[in-house]
């Protein structure tokens, strides 16, 4: 948009400036979220007036909600023309609300607003987008015409007071981050809770980029207390059942099991877990000692059971424990689940292919060290139930839970390539790829492969697994039906394209894929009758 030329002007100006240019703010939005979340740096988004800043609204709420920087510097027009009603205006002060975690707005270039004003405004946002915790933050820049090359006088003395604000090497205001650390009073009052503790249980959530998550698993080792990982700490895999690992609390019979006994202790590391029936259980057993850790002022609490809740961030909060760990504590894991789910591991060999076949087989064949993106619904459920045998393998995995939408993860898996030069791989359903099929086009300029998996089961299947299935009428709404398939759209953009319908086929297409080292799609066909199938079969094992 022209309103924004003052703004693209001064960024193609700065030669270490990374600048990522897309059609689509929506999906451009979700690509610096994607390259926030494995890089913990504030991603900045600029864009011009009107509508353009409402695209980027979706994936403002999901920075918020899951704690990563963003900063969308929106160009508007000055206020004589924005309170007139003239063409391309909204109201753009403060248009995020709580949405964000800081808002300013300059007011239209003056020689009355001095260089070190906007310098030193701007350290302050940027800070606030790293403190008291990550998070969004706008700035929104109204510019009087003209705004494209035509010279108007400034006073030499004003230019000259600019050159020296802004050829400096460091910011005007330096914002030193706080220790994020916890109080000496309440970690000898944990460790004491720890250390007395005979049947607890260690939970790990949701865990940002930047964390040291060697800090992390140097605790979840010592500690030695069975440990229920969450698909989104990214840790997941690095363990296996040998571990004391706990399958999700997703599987009943690992409900049923803590039941028979519960924990005196929960400490849950990082934010909220994808499983619901997990705080089922909190809700169900409110006599557990159950203590929270995360950088985060919000209240992250869904069971309302949280008795200790420390706002710290959580691999120092592990380095600060581990040598008040006694080592002599040995709380026993309850049971050895490894002869549960070797049944369900032969049910779903022998199955047709579905959704627990798919994550069982990717993680069994994704390189060590890969990126893998997933997408939410049934996807990431299905990932979060899987655990492995033996078998432990480091990945990061990236997932946008803060509010667990179905749209930009295409443009999520472009923004972690951009950062990373390394390849990505997205898993993800049909209507989630229809949501972001946009964001394709930016697959061109991304700075190593994303292969996408798009498992096609011919609408939102999630719901046939739900209460609500029975309900013949209601589920062609939720559902959201349709007869397509996607060899088209990857011929649009001229990306290479296969097809599975089978494990088998499945197992080829991904390492031909990896092997061929550039974008590809391979869309997984899945029955959904058979993919209902293999679930009530899963629910038939029993302890």
């Not at 929104?140 to 050159?163: G, L, M």
């Not at 919000?298 to 309302?304: G, L, V, Y």
């Not at 899987?386 to 930009?408: A, P, Q």
Request: net charge negative.
């Amino acid at each position: 948009g022209m309103r924004n030329a003052p703004l693209i002007a001064a960024l193609i100006s700065r030669s270490e400036a990374n600048i990522k240019l897309g059609i689509d703010e929506r999906a451009q939005a979700y690509r610096a979220l994607g390259y926030s979340k494995i890089s913990g740096k504030t991603t900045v988004l600029i864009c011009t007036s009107g509508t353009a800043l409402a695209n980027y609204m979706p994936a403002i709420i999901e920075a918020k909600k899951s704690g990563q920087p963003l900063m969308v510097i929106s160009a508007d027009r000055p206020v004589e023309l924005a309170i007139s009603d003239a063409n391309q205006t909204i109201d753009q002060v403060k248009f995020y609300g709580e949405h964000v975690q800081g808002s300013l707005n300059l007011g239209a270039p003056s020689e009355a607003i001095s260089a070190e004003v906007i310098a030193t405004s701007i350290d302050n946002l940027l800070f606030k987008s790293k403190y008291p915790h990550s998070g969004p933050v706008h700035m929104n820049c109204p510019f009087r015409e003209p705004v494209d090359d035509t010279i108007k006088e400034i006073s030499d003395s004003y230019i000259k007071s600019c050159e020296i604000v802004f050829n400096k090497e460091q910011a005007m205001t330096n914002y030193p981050l706080p220790e994020q650390s916890c109080s000496n009073e309440y970690l000898e009052k944990l460790a004491s809770i720890v250390n007395e503790t005979e049947n607890g249980i260690l939970v790990i959530g949701s865990l940002a980029a930047g964390l040291d998550k060697g800090q992390i698993k140097e605790f979840i080792n010592k500690l030695n207390w069975p440990t229920f990982l969450d698909i989104s700490s990214s840790l997941k895999y690095s363990y296996c059942l040998d571990d004391k690992i706990i399958p999700t609390f997703d599987h009943p019979e690992v409900f049923e099991q803590y039941s028979n006994k519960a924990p005196q202790t929960i400490i849950h590391i990082g934010g909220r877990t994808t499983s619901k029936h997990y705080y089922r259980f909190l809700e169900t057993y409110k006599d557990i000692n159950y203590i929270s850790i995360n950088l985060n002022s919000a209240k992250e609490d869904p069971s309302h059971q949280t008795a200790i809740r420390l706002v710290a961030a959580p691999d120092i909060f592990c380095q600060q424990m581990l040598p008040l760990i006694e080592i002599k504590n040995k709380v026993k894991a309850p049971f050895n689940w490894k002869e549960f789910v070797a049944r369900k591991v032969k049910i779903i060999v022998e199955s047709e292919m579905a959704y627990p076949s798919i994550s069982k087989k990717l993680i069994e064949i994704i390189q060590e060290d890969s990126n893998l993106y997933i997408a939410n619904s049934t996807v990431i459920r299905s990932f979060d139930n899987y655990v492995s045998m033996s078998e432990r393998k480091d990945i990061t995995v990236l997932s946008n839970r803060g509010v667990s939408g179905i749209e930009g993860l295409i443009a999520s898996a472009c923004g972690v390539t951009d950062k990373t030069n390394s390849p990505t791989t997205l898993i993800i359903g049909d209507v989630s790829f229809i949501h972001d099929l946009n964001s394709l086009m930016l697959l061109k300029d991304t700075n190593a492969p994303v292969i996408i998996i798009l498992v096609n089961n011919f609408g939102g299947g999630i719901f046939s697994l739900l209460p609500i299935a029975k309900d013949k009428d209601m589920l062609p709404y939720m559902a959201t039906p349709h007869e397509l398939q996607f060899s088209n759209a990857a011929k649009l953009f001229d990306i290479d394209y296969k097809k599975a319908t089978n494990i088998k086929d499945f197992e080829a297409a991904y390492n031909s894929s990896v092997a061929d080292q550039k974008h590809s799609i391979i869309e997984v066909l899945v029955d959904n009758d058979k993919n209902i199938e293999l679930y009530k079969k899963l629910r038939t094992v029993r302890l």
